[in-house]
């Protein structure tokens, strides 16, 4: 300890005397008729010092004559300042301190002298002493001493040092002050958030990633799932769109641990939920519980990992109200490009010609079409159009604002926290919008000493409209040459009615609404020290309507717009008008009752018990009609319709559980703690021999730094360190309704009999029942490292686990002649192993403060025993397979020469010619080459089509009043396919050319050298099956960086706040999803689907007062 103590205080001595000398370095320099403010950058330029100054400094635009030759900086200094009230003072660190001379002779005035020290004694060295309300201050020396002139009699000395809790000390005459500055354990302090209760993260032996509400409302989305993107390790969240009020689209809890539903389990306020359903504003903290150890105390619905939603309640401090308010713009990053009128033509052209060289060069098109279509466009435009399909369609951008009102504060005995917030976000085609409200109020009421109570409530109205067509799809390959309007604007035909303007304008609407309403109402009861009991009924309701009013939809010729040229998508989905109706209603309720007891024995013994019962009973019902042929067709209302085209449907079910849970943790002297959870669970969806399960789980944690001979080791740059490990088993029971039951289908058959046709009532058994269908079990093993350095400034968390999964549901192959669908057998295996780590760095520097984080992780999830049973396709699951493996054919480049399309193997030897795509040949019946290209035996596993290598993280920049945040997130590598609707030809055998292919295909029109490179196969339709299969020619690293979100806001000083009976207010610019780096076609998005809506970039402005 001494020993590293000299140490530092030699090192910060020698480079303070580096410093002074520097101070006294030989300065020249000569400025006529210059201002101070326009001489300090060239004295900063001449010494290599820094100086920093306010600009409300007294003089800076006095002009003054500088001529020195050969002086030392000191000397410098003090003849520009001659006759101005500014002073100085030179810093051994490079840095001068301008500030304004104080008068003397109003109030009285001392020297100050102290030293600053830890709780050990120890000094602090650069620690931070500053008069309070100037900028006159200085830093500690090696000895933690310090001295301050000129300081006011009535001054407050505010002293702070990194990694310590900040304090002021008021002067009060004194000439002498000493300070005792307390380490900051905050971050170790902090609760995390665990299942049915909270646990001291320091305390901590499970593996739970955490994340607080501020960080994921500054993503500036609607959709909460989305918001957690990148933001805790192991959690993978995904997405295919960003139309107005998407949600992610899976969300993984380290990896995949079963081929069912692999979605975990969500809490909200300790309760089931949906995570969707919370305004992110109204989070106060989210944990994700990860391994078996945290997540076993959920039982039967964690298998997948359990996240928790911990909403914000309000304090005993007095009422404030606060307004946010939002509005911006979202705008399409990119749509995929396509050839030009003039390179279609000839493209399509060649296409024909290289699938039938005989039939000549214009089999598609004229030559004169080739060469005067653009120019024809000119006078004949109808004849020969010329359509931007994604201008005519889409918008530039679509606005979007957000507006919520908060209410927070109470007394002892009854506190409040209510928030009210609309949201809006329009979309970029047609007349699609998104609107939500959300309406949360949160109470706390303290009857007597021991007894308390809570009861809460939240509201959310969603509504989705949108044209009932959806363009993208066919917006993205029709062609330029077909048209969408008639140069009068009609509609026009398109491409014999395919025409995606005319169908998203013409062809209807969609709506759904959905409108939950929520309540927890808990009872808390503490006799005596210690020791409670909370008793809560939590009750959901949901009402889910979605309609549809699909309108026929036809075009006018062209010289003609009195004669309907036809209808509009030519396969009689729009010849008709139809309206469809369905709602889903659901409510459920979940009462528990839980018994907690925490007590500190010795001193050192800290023991927590808990026991706990819960029910949950949920109840759906759905109904749907329909009708056809409607005639008023602005009136989308079912009894409008026809009655002889009529349709119904309708369907219930019911759904409960009853769990029994424990738990016990126990912590001796902060260093060796323990935990360990059983849930008995009881599940509906299984028969009464099969119905219960138990599920254990315990953990184990060393805090080494609490260790004496960690002690005795002196190393004051580490703070903390811990290791942890973990082991727990978990059930599955979200394996469908009633598997060991056989289910009746009933339903509307016709019937011909005595020449006539008849509608009658049947039922029919859909499914072989087995009865000891049960849960599906994965243990889970983890190992966990915590550490801290440098007072906590930098931290590091990492996990290893792995997990095994079996008594996987599978379906059993049952001979067809029995007339059921393949019943559900407990017999498959697959495991999981991955890793974590998370990295983060807290620091300031004065009043500039900043923080940086990172989180990696991977995992890989591969199947085991599948009882002979294989799912394939182009993503396969069989035995030693990956997870939606990738599975296709071994590419051997292009054909070249007719030598080797000769005396290669092929998968189409009649429609195969040079230009196509050449594959290996790997096996056959006999388990060799057999000469042969055969799905049978020459696929093969191409590799994971999951992301690996997931990363994400943050970056808060602080200067006084001014903050700045980055966010960002990405994958390492992943398998990605290049579909065919970003490389394929003339699909549907009349679509466009993606613009990525043109000039780098092979062509007949090429030279040998230039096919020799080319990179995609010819142009042909007849082998397009061929070419465009699953095989690795289509994998390419899909990997990418995406800058989710980046702040810039202005906090108002108070004083000016508190002038106009304002708390606080600021203001701030956002971008979300600003840009993505990855090796996607142009246009394309990694999160973005074929024929799905784009991701886009939000611009927001936004302002926060409280009052």
């Keep these: 300890m001494r020993q590293n103590k000299m140490i530092m205080r030699s090192l910060v001595l020698l480079g303070a005397l580096f410093f002074w000398g520097n101070s006294f370095a030989q300065i020249s320099l000569s400025v006529?008729?210059?201002?101070?403010?326009?001489?300090i950058?060239?004295?900063?330029?001449?010494?290599?010092?820094?100086?920093?100054?306010?600009?409300?400094?007294?003089?800076?635009?006095?002009?003054?004559?500088?001529?020195?030759?050969?002086?030392?900086?000191?000397?410098?200094?003090?003849?520009?300042?001659?006759?101005?009230?500014?002073?100085?003072?030179?810093?051994?660190?490079?840095?001068?301190?301008?500030?304004?001379?104080?008068?003397?002779?109003?109030?009285?005035?001392?020297?100050?002298?102290?030293?600053?020290?830890?709780?050990?004694d120890e000094p602090l060295i650069g620690a931070s002493v500053i008069i309070k309300g100037s900028t006159q201050g200085t830093i500690t020396n090696i000895d933690g001493e310090y001295t301050l002139e000129d300081v006011p009699e009535k001054a407050t000395l505010t002293v702070s040092y990194v990694g310590y809790i900040p304090a002021s000390v008021a002067v009060n005459g004194k000439n002498a002050i000493n300070v005792v500055l307390q380490e900051d354990s905050k971050t170790l302090e902090e609760?995390?958030?665990?299942?049915?209760?909270?646990?001291?993260?320091?305390?901590?032996?499970?593996?739970?990633?955490?994340?607080?509400?501020?960080?994921?409302?500054?993503?500036?989305?609607?959709?909460?799932?989305?918001?957690?993107?990148?933001?805790?390790?192991?959690?993978?969240?995904?997405?295919?769109?960003?139309?107005?009020?998407?949600?992610?689209?899976?969300?993984?809890?380290?990896?995949?641990?079963?081929?069912?539903?692999?979605?975990?389990?969500?809490?909200?306020d300790g309760v089931p939920g949906d995570i969707n359903s919370v305004n992110a504003n109204d989070v106060e903290s989210i944990s994700v519980l990860k391994d078996a150890a945290s997540a076993a105390i959920y039982g039967s619905r964690a298998a997948a990992g359990v996240i928790l939603v911990t909403t914000k309640r309000a304090s005993d401090k007095e009422l404030s109200l606060t307004y946010n308010g939002e509005f911006g713009w979202e705008i399409p990053t990119a749509e995929p490009e396509v050839v030009g009128v003039q390179r279609f033509l000839e493209m399509a052209n060649e296409l024909r010609y290289t699938d039938n060289p005989d039939g000549g060069k214009y089999q598609a098109y004229s030559e004169d079409q080739v060469n005067n279509w653009v120019k024809n466009n000119a006078t004949n435009p109808n004849q020969y159009p010329i359509t931007d399909w994604q201008d005519l369609i889409l918008e530039k951008s679509a606005t979007r604002q957000s507006h919520s009102i908060h209410l927070s504060g109470g007394s002892k005995v009854v506190k409040t926290k209510a928030s009210l917030a609309y949201d809006e976000v329009g979309g970029l085609y047609g007349d699609r919008y998104f609107q939500r409200y959300t309406l949360r109020v949160n109470n706390d009421f303290n009857i007597t000493q021991k007894l308390s109570a809570t009861l809460d409530f939240n509201v959310k109205r969603t509504k989705h409209h949108m044209p009932q067509f959806t363009p993208f799809g066919m917006m993205r390959y029709m062609p330029a040459i077909y048209a969408g309007v008639w140069d009068d604007g009609r509609i026009a035909e398109g491409k014999s009615g395919a025409n995606p303007y005319g169908l998203m304008k013409l062809g209807g609407t969609t709506e759904k609404w959905y409108t939950a309403l929520g309540g927890k109402a808990s009872i808390d009861f503490k006799p005596f020290d210690g020791f409670k009991i909370s008793a809560i009924v939590a009750p959901r309701f949901n009402y889910d309507k979605f309609k549809t009013f699909k309108k026929a939809a036809s075009y006018t010729l062209a010289d003609d717009p009195n004669t309907i040229g036809g209808y509009l998508d030519n396969s009689g989905l729009y010849n008709t008008t139809k309206l469809s109706e369905t709602r889903n209603d659901s409510y459920n309720v979940t009462t528990q009752l839980i018994v907690n007891y925490a007590k500190k024995f010795a001193g050192k013994h800290d023991i927590n018990l808990m026991a706990g019962y819960e029910n949950y009973y949920e109840y759906i019902e759905e109904l749907g009609a329909d009708r056809d042929g409607y005639v008023l067709t602005n009136f989308p209302y079912l009894n409008n319709g026809p009655k002889d085209l009529i349709g119904n449907s309708g369907k219930g079910k019911e759904y409960a559980y009853r769990s029994y849970f424990g738990r016990v943790m126990y912590s001796y002297a902060d260093r060796y703690l323990f935990q360990a959870n059983i849930r008995h669970d009881g599940?509906?969806?299984?028969?009464?021999?099969?119905?219960?399960?138990?599920?254990?789980?315990?953990?184990?944690?060393?805090?080494?730094?609490?260790?004496?001979?960690?002690?005795?080791?002196?190393?004051?740059?580490?703070?903390?360190?811990?290791?942890?490990?973990?082991?727990?088993?978990l059930g599955n029971e979200r394996i469908g309704d009633f598997p060991y039951m056989s289910t009746i289908a009933f339903g509307n058959t016709i019937f011909y009999q005595n020449n006539g046709i008849y509608f009658d009532q049947t039922a029919s058994q859909q499914k072989y029942a087995i009865e000891n269908v049960t849960w599906e079990k994965t243990e889970s093993t983890d190992i966990g490292l915590d550490i801290s350095f440098l007072n906590n400034r930098l931290r590091v968390n990492g996990?290893?686990?792995?997990?095994?999964?079996?008594?996987?549901?599978?379906?059993?192959?049952?001979?067809?002649?029995?007339?059921?669908?393949?019943?559900d057998v407990n017999a498959g295996k697959m495991s999981t192993k991955g890793y974590e780590l998370n990295v983060s760095w807290n620091d300031h520097i004065g009043d500039f403060s900043y923080g940086i984080a990172i989180n990696f992780s991977d995992f890989t999830s591969k199947m085991g025993d599948l009882q002979g049973t294989q799912f394939l396709g182009d993503k396969v699951k069989m035995e030693g397979s990956e997870f939606n493996e990738w599975y296709g054919y071994v590419s051997d480049g292009l054909f070249l020469t007719e030598e080797d399309l000769k005396n290669s193997p092929k998968i189409n030897d009649k429609n195969t010619q040079l230009g196509d795509i050449k594959y290996k040949d790997i096996s056959g019946p006999d388990g060799v080459p057999d000469g042969k290209i055969s799905p049978e035996y020459d696929r093969v596993l191409l590799g994971s089509s999951l992301p690996h290598f997931l990363y994400g993280g943050n970056i808060n920049l602080g200067y006084k009043n001014f903050d700045l945040s980055l966010a960002f997130q990405g994958v390492g590598k992943q398998n990605a396919r290049l579909?065919?609707?970003?490389?394929?030809?003339?699909?549907?055998?009349?679509?466009?050319?993606?613009?990525?292919?043109?000039?780098?295909?092979?062509?007949?029109?090429?030279?040998?050298?230039?096919?020799?490179?080319?990179?995609?196969?010819?142009?042909?339709?007849?082998?397009?099956?061929?070419?465009?299969?699953?095989?690795?020619?289509?994998?390419?690293?899909?990997?990418?960086?995406?800058?989710?979100?980046?702040?810039?806001?202005?906090?108002?000083?108070?004083?000016?706040?508190?002038?106009?009976?304002?708390?606080?207010?600021?203001?701030?610019?956002?971008?979300?999803?600003?840009?993505?780096?990855?090796?996607?076609?142009?246009?394309?998005?990694?999160?973005?689907?074929?024929?799905?809506?784009?991701?886009?970039?939000?611009?927001?402005?936004?302002?926060?007062?409280?009052?």
């Design 32 to 39: 006529n008729k210059q201002t101070i403010k326009q001489i």
């Design 41 to 120: 950058p060239q004295i900063e330029k001449a010494s290599g010092y820094n100086v920093f100054y306010t600009d409300k400094l007294p003089n800076l635009e006095t002009k003054k004559d500088l001529n020195v030759s050969n002086a030392s900086l000191e000397a410098v200094l003090k003849e520009l300042f001659k006759g101005t009230k500014i002073s100085f003072e030179i810093k051994a660190n490079k840095q001068i301190l301008l500030f304004q001379q104080t008068n003397k002779s109003v109030g009285a005035k001392k020297k100050v002298t102290g030293r600053i020290v830890d709780e050990n």
């Design 191 to 268: 609760v995390v958030v665990i299942g049915y209760g909270t646990v001291k993260k320091k305390d901590l032996t499970g593996a739970v990633g955490s994340v607080g509400g501020a960080e994921v409302a500054a993503r500036k989305t609607t959709s909460l799932s989305t918001a957690l993107q990148g933001t805790i390790p192991g959690l993978m969240v995904t997405r295919n769109n960003n139309a107005p009020g998407a949600n992610a689209d899976k969300i993984y809890v380290r990896g995949i641990t079963t081929i069912g539903n692999s979605d975990p389990l969500v809490i909200v």
């Design 683 to 729: 599940s509906s969806r299984f028969a009464k021999k099969h119905r219960w399960g138990t599920f254990p789980s315990f953990s184990a944690g060393w805090v080494l730094s609490e260790e004496n001979f960690m002690k005795n080791l002196n190393w004051e740059w580490l703070s903390f360190l811990k290791i942890r490990a973990t082991w727990g088993a």
């Design 799 to 823: 996990d290893y686990y792995w997990k095994n999964t079996k008594d996987m549901l599978l379906a059993m192959a049952i001979p067809d002649f029995l007339g059921f669908s393949d019943p």
């Design 979 to 1107: 579909a065919r609707e970003m490389v394929e030809p003339f699909r549907n055998n009349y679509g466009n050319f993606p613009a990525i292919i043109d000039g780098n295909y092979w062509s007949p029109y090429n030279t040998d050298e230039q096919n020799a490179v080319a990179k995609y196969p010819r142009l042909t339709h007849v082998n397009k099956s061929s070419n465009y299969a699953m095989s690795d020619y289509w994998l390419f690293n899909g990997g990418y960086f995406r800058l989710k979100n980046i702040t810039l806001g202005y906090t108002f000083p108070k004083e000016w706040m508190n002038a106009i009976g304002i708390k606080g207010a600021r203001i701030y610019a956002s971008a979300s999803d600003l840009f993505c780096l990855s090796k996607y076609p142009k246009g394309w998005d990694p999160e973005m689907g074929v024929s799905e809506y784009p991701i886009t970039t939000s611009i927001l402005l936004g302002v926060s007062v409280n009052f």
